[in-house]
């Protein structure tokens, strides 16, 4: 398990101090895919290399297995990195080396012989569906694949932890899906915990179970990723977990009326003819300003923005009847002001 206690990080810059990391808590259990999401500049990749010690937490702890990493002697450290292993998202694979030296590498730096680095390292390229290009070097690979061989190098040590910082970013959506689908299966057959630097909620979505939402630096969300799709409560969650909800408000600008915004919690939910039935039952037809709906495992997510005809009482009469769907959560945005203005 891994424990982030308080954990801040401080840079000096030119232009002065940089929290680039404020107060931290996070746990991450064995076993997990968890996700730690947030825009450019939220302090993400300083959390990851706090993770391994790369960087120093000027506050706090992280915790490993109930060790303190920042109490432990630089062989010490080393030893941790050998079972907290990375990948980038620019691979960082050694180009005048062959697929199968660069994955020995870490095997040989630990003093392993020679002919069982080679084993483990064959053994890997299977692992990662690339057997045939053990004397292939980097540069006659895809993207994808140069991928599959950094994962492979992050595994030769048989690592507890794999930490994954934009490893899919700079690669084609088709490609991503099948560089998480591996992540997955390494996580499922090996048991190794996997952490995952994105900033991209599709990836959180595919692959985790848990997440948490950084924003300058501090943790403004967090938990498992079916509660936090169905009911986002910080700004920064919800403009990450539905960016359309966010692009409708832009659009709608200072439009004036009854909106109501439904945010769909689960499979059935989504599927029913909601708003046709609200028409039939009872006779208010509202009208869909905006909507997204996405899938999250088997269950499925989403919301529709709309606006609702009539005064308070026929306001009153939507969200009583939208309130009796199970797995729906129901936010209501009232402005009268232009109707005032006309009367």
């Known amino acids: 398990m891994i424990e982030l206690r308080n954990l801040s990080k401080s840079f ?25 999401i947030g825009m450019s500049g939220a302090g993400k990749s300083t959390l990851v290399r706090c993770i391994n010690m790369l960087e120093r937490p000027t506050e706090g702890s992280v915790v490993l297995d109930g060790r303190d990493l920042g109490t432990l002697s630089k062989k010490e450290l080393r030893d941790v990195r050998r079972r907290v292993t990375m990948i980038f998202q620019g691979f960082n694979l050694l180009m005048q080396r062959t697929c199968v030296q660069n994955i020995m590498l870490p095997l040989k730096l630990s003093g392993v012989r020679k002919a069982d680095a080679m084993k483990r390292a064959l053994e890997l390229l299977e692992v990662v569906g690339l057997p045939d290009k053990a004397n292939a070097y980097p540069a006659q690979l895809s993207g994808g694949q140069q991928q599959r061989i950094a994962i492979a190098r992050a595994l030769a040590t048989n690592p507890d932890v794999l930490l994954c910082d934009e490893a899919t970013s700079a690669l084609d959506p088709k490609t991503t899906h099948a560089i998480l689908g591996l992540i997955r299966e390494i996580n499922a057959k090996m048991g190794i915990t996997v952490i995952v630097i994105t900033h991209q909620m599709s990836v959180v979505q595919e692959i985790c179970n848990r997440v948490a939402i950084l924003e300058n630096g501090a943790v403004v969300e967090e938990g498992e990723v079916a509660d936090v799709f169905a009911n ?10 539905y960016p359309e909800m966010a692009d409708a408000n832009v659009a709608l600008g200072s439009r004036h009326g009854q909106r109501v915004r439904i945010i769909f919690n689960g499979a059935i939910a989504a599927n029913e003819p909601l708003i046709a039935r609200m028409a039939m039952e009872i006779g208010i037809a509202a009208s869909i300003l905006g909507a997204s709906t996405r899938a999250v495992g088997e269950r499925a997510y989403g919301y529709i923005l709309l606006e609702i005809p009539g005064g308070p009482d026929e306001l009153a009469k939507a969200v009583n009847f939208l309130r009796q769907t199970p797995d729906v959560t129901v936010q209501v945005q009232v402005d009268y002001a232009a109707k005032e203005g006309q009367a």
């Not at 990391?21 to 064995?30: G, K, S």
């Not at 986002?232 to 977990?241: D, H, S």
């Open 232 to 241: 986002p409560q910080a700004e920064a969650t919800k403009n990450l977990v």
């Open 12 to 36: 000096v810059t030119a232009d002065g101090p940089v929290d680039a990391l404020r107060n931290v808590n996070l746990t991450i259990r064995n076993g997990d895919i968890y996700g730690i």
